[in-house]
């Protein structure tokens, strides 16, 4: 199986900043669309932001403008920068590998443990 280790998650204030890494293995890691999901307590795990192999980018509507989802295929991780960090966007977050070149919706077939990210008001 593909292996995607996620790190970067933490504690921090409203309004701050955070970077999240998920290193993946393989060596095909560029063929493939990349995304992020996350999950809050008691909550459905809903989809963050996804970028192609070609490097085109998706994200949900809230997350437009403040999360911005990078790849290096070179060091096969891709990247969450999240800005202006709100109180709701607590919760664990989670990468996943895509079955093809674009991100379609349902077809993850690898998924991370996740990391914790905390954002207190």
């Known amino acids: 199986q593909v292996q995607l280790v996620e790190s970067g998650g933490g504690v921090v204030q409203a309004g701050g900043s955070l970077r999240l890494s998920c290193a993946a293995s393989?060596?095909?890691?560029?063929?493939?669309?990349m995304g992020w999901f996350r999950q809050a307590p008691g909550k459905e795990r809903e989809f963050v932001a996804a970028?192609?192999?070609?490097?085109?980018?998706y994200y949900a509507e809230s997350m437009k403008g403040r999360f911005t989802i990078s790849r290096d295929n070179a060091k096969n991780t891709v990247y969450l920068q999240m800005n202006s960090l709100k109180p709701e966007d607590t919760a664990i977050y989670y990468c996943?590998?895509?079955?093809?070149?674009?991100?379609?919706?349902?077809?993850?077939?690898?998924w991370g443990q996740g990391t914790q990210v905390t954002v207190s008001s």
């Open positions: 393989g060596r095909t890691f560029s063929s493939y669309a």
């Open positions: 996943a590998q895509y079955r093809g070149a674009t991100p379609n919706k349902g077809e993850n077939d690898y």
């Open positions: 970028i192609s192999w070609a490097s085109s980018t």
